[in-house]
């Protein structure tokens, strides 16, 4: 079927030449003239100037998919709506908070609007192995969209079949899934995204105990400031973590794609010297603490592992300085220097 | 090669499975002499009697392997080692902390008996998918006993190789790793499970929000001791947990062995109801949290997974009481009673 | 002064009586007619039968305070906004999230009324020790307000002087302190009760530690699902808590009026046998991490401290039962029973 | 009665003043002979040259109380004690892990010579406050001690007495209480610093929320690596910060010794530029979270505290570098720069 894809970045592109490549027709915009230019090479896909040219050159019902910055989606809804008609769809494929998507669909349905949100997962490798889909919106209408996602999502491929789970009961095998009303596919991709903060910072705590295993090595000096280690000879190991990552890809508990993109990173770069260690969030992390608050539901770990981004980005400093003012006020205590 | 087995739980009778299939010869005892009969009716499996006869029934040098309950490994050895002569090989696949192998291995050297200390991970699928193996102690004599762990483990088998990693680069691409000197072994693992803990909670913890997702369907009263909720229009998802689990196995960042065996438990009971949320730790977890700390490395998030199961089992309702006692104290506030 | 005092609740009825002693006149309603007729036998207190009775009998400009619970000041608001004039002032002295307050005040200065939010700390003992008050709002109208406020807080009293801070340096010092524009009052009366939350925790979590002193008298049974505690002659002390929180109370680090209050509580009930553990929470501690992950502000410590409160009304359970499902899918491990 | 004090630093040398200025004997020693001449200027303060002189110097039996670094205690004890005789007394008044304790006492006992383990509060005010003191050994020693601890001690002064607590129950109410057996005395001073982390994470944490509610002044820019934020009205507050410090210490719940010494930090110093915010630990923190871990009793808040405490010190740095290492290959994220 005929597909508008607004958006051409990573992901976008990629799921344009995928659709492509399985013979959907695809009409192209980006802010970037080159980048349509440059994809509109592909077969099977046309480039648009302007918003107003992609709408001009699809079929109705109009199915258009917005792969953009959480932060412009309203922005390019305003943009887009004037020229749609009752029954147009309009998808957010990106990272928006699933509250936006059901004020946005309450705001389109007095147009007659349809509106999808489709939480995308797959990162820079969803050309190669699918999109995984979460999605929210009224029934018929994903029901329409049915080829798009079925040829965006990775498929059965080889991933062994759920023991237990009875064949022909929905897409979920095929790796996309109608999750329920607006914004439950959002939703879904939130607390997905707080999960993947949480495994990943299982994986890098382990990794950071794992690296320190030789502090025994390194004789310390003796102050009231410093705990000094008690049994040096408990940390004497110097650990191969590139090989002890690659073994837990094989046959451990903890098996898992992070672990394997993590086994490959620690090949390429084992000391990761080009990194600095300021860790971004792109927020659906803080959405998802913020919904187990509203809910009640204690989330310690996926908590924990967003305040270690935020720490790494310096956010904690002054709450740190006010702790050695403290520690100076009762005990005279002064900081020791940075000698690292 | 010939190795004998002591303990013939879940683990340890897998294993003697695995290595007579593959044309080892395997010498098991265990407390229960039905235990040894039942294996021993495995061809290549010779059952034995007692330590003593065990022993009697190997040739030199000897290998050993313990696969028993931490707690009990000491007493084991002590029974063992009198039977022992120079160059006879204990190994502990067991779940022992690390520290105790340093002091073993001193103490065993000085009669000329080789430690080892394979952690292994698996779990009841290991008969299937092989164990995973973190090995401490000697390089020769983990050399030595390279056939038996080649065969325990599972091998590349058709688990794709880590890009940037180049062929023939020791054995972890078999499932098997010597770590380093005794005791990193069981480092090693002790870490993996920690890691395992973060992992699980942050899917528990995922899905505990996506499970609350509909509470805005519940009325709330209105007292000064209960939050309301602001926005019940935004927790209206009734979300289909075992779709949802089995949708991130396909192309998601966060799929995993884990999220696999999720998915299972989740279609063959969504509600869980056969669980209590009673959740035990078997040590490793506790130890991982002390090595960090020793270290200095901070681990927020592993020791978060670690006090929720503390607190699953009423382990912290002392402090509740305190918190209770306190408010009471300072406002008045009485305890609402429990009603669900 | 006069002040009408809407809702006379523990907090509102103390106010009121602590206003009357000085010399203010106070009119006061409640939605218990017997609860005005009985503050009305306080001389200087003159009781109201309705809201619109109540404003009649107030002398212009107006000053309403209202008591009452978070969920029901909008309505409250909507009830009294009719029977106001110009210049009118509505003081919300309870705990209202601040954000409210940003839109109440917009909504009211549109008709020209005055709106001032003030976060009251001190409970139960404020009319013996005077209320901490945070204030937000036009600082003509706060300062049309001193003697209310004065009269309310605590002065300076016998507590000593801030080292360093010059004397008529602004209101602090009297136990009350304009804060900034409208909602800065509850702004921070909302931290101030997510560290009261932090700290509260600090104290439970330390009397847990000390209460278990004693488990190494205990014995364990050795299997695979416990972790044997290795040191049990490390942990056989019985700790006196009544006086352990007594003895804090006199010149060390951790003093506090929190503490004062732990004490007395030992004191009465060192078992805390009338609690159960199931401990409320407000709001406010929701509402400061919510601030924190907008802002960027890592706030472990504080987020930790609900969490336990979640946790401790059972709110984790799906999530518990999650973890033990997994164990048992990859372990064979079953729950304990609940043996305690 | 006669006391001799090993370390003069901070701490030593103000017990000895408050000892000396209330008619003890004060025999003194320290590594440093200017500290020796320095204190023993002061009327009933006598120096010695060395060890072996202060214990000649002494009445028997005689009482050492040790006030020197956790370090290098047991060295001091192999020193001093073959200059002992049965029935002598050792103090420890430093911040040893009670463990040590344990061992020594046994140690010492074996040679006749009492040891007594004193967890001392207090910091740089003690001279003025007093010391609150927490004590382990055998009690018949303790009350041997008593008139020591009695002048050591702040005393009732004018604290309020515990509303419930009856007069003449012992010596808490002095500001010094004999615990337990050896150990007992450190064990709970351990756990005492453990609350205070905690009690100054809270405060640091709610405090750095306060400092951040103006964030929404500075505008933000739009990509898809940054959480934009969704209400920048809402954090439009300049909140001053030594003022609300202050407010707070009066009649607010979470008044408290450590908040008074924030104000007068806050007072002196807004910006807290002096301070760098790497904050040390000196050991107790750690010993409370394994005592913790060892009980199974859960401690989220006392071990976060703990964490900023390291994470400020750059030692998550290695985790976070794999953060972004994952970030960069799964979704080909870049680090922002640090651009503060």
């Known amino acids: 079927m005929q597909l508008a894809m607004v958006g051409l970045g990573r992901m976008g592109a990629n799921m344009v030449r995928r659709l492509a490549k399985n013979g959907h027709e695809c009409v192209v915009f980006d802010r970037s003239a080159k980048a349509v230019e440059d994809l509109a090479k592909t077969p099977g896909v046309i480039g648009a ?38 029954g147009d769809i309009l998808i957010d494929g990106g990272n928006s908070y699933y509250i936006d998507d059901i004020s946005r669909s309450k705001m389109l349905a007095e147009k007659g609007i349809e509106y999808v949100d489709v939480g995308t997962s797959g990162g820079v490798w969803g050309l190669e192995r699918g999109y995984c889909m979460m999605i929210g919106g009224p029934e018929a209408v994903v029901k329409h969209l049915d080829p798009i996602f079925k040829t965006i999502a990775p498929g059965i491929g080889d991933i062994p079949r759920t023991p237990g ?72 190991y110097d650990l191969p973590l590139p090989d002890i990552t690659e073994v837990w890809r094989r046959g451990s508990v903890i098996a898992s794609w992070l672990l394997d993109l993590t086994a490959s990173a620690l090949i390429e770069d084992p000391a990761l010297a080009k990194f600095g260690g300021r860790v971004s969030d792109s927020g659906e992390g803080r959405w998802t603490i913020k919904a187990g608050i509203d809910e009640g539901v204690p989330t310690p770990v996926l908590t924990a592992s967003l305040y270690e981004r935020f720490s790494s980005r310096g956010e904690a400093d002054y709450s740190n300085k006010l702790l050695s003012a403290m520690r100076y006020a009762f005990g005279g205590h002064l900081e020791k220097p940075h000698t690292k």
């Open 165 to 236: 789970r009875k064949p022909d009961t929905g897409t979920a095998e095929n790796g996309y899934l109608h999750c329920g009303q607006s914004g439950a596919g959002h939703f879904v991709k939130m607390v997905h995204n707080g999960i993947e903060y949480g495994m990943m910072a299982a994986y890098a705590e382990g990794l950071g105990v794992l690296k320190a295993a030789n502090i025994g090595k390194h004789v310390g000096e003796i102050d009231a400031e410093t705990t000094p280690l008690r049994d040096p000879e408990h940390y004497q």
């Open 49 to 86: 100037s302007s918003v107003e040219d992609l709408i001009g050159k699809l079929s109705k019902p109009r199915a258009i998919w917005l792969m953009i910055p959480a932060g412009v989606v309203d922005d390019t809804i305003k943009e887009v709506v004037p020229h749609l008609e009752k």
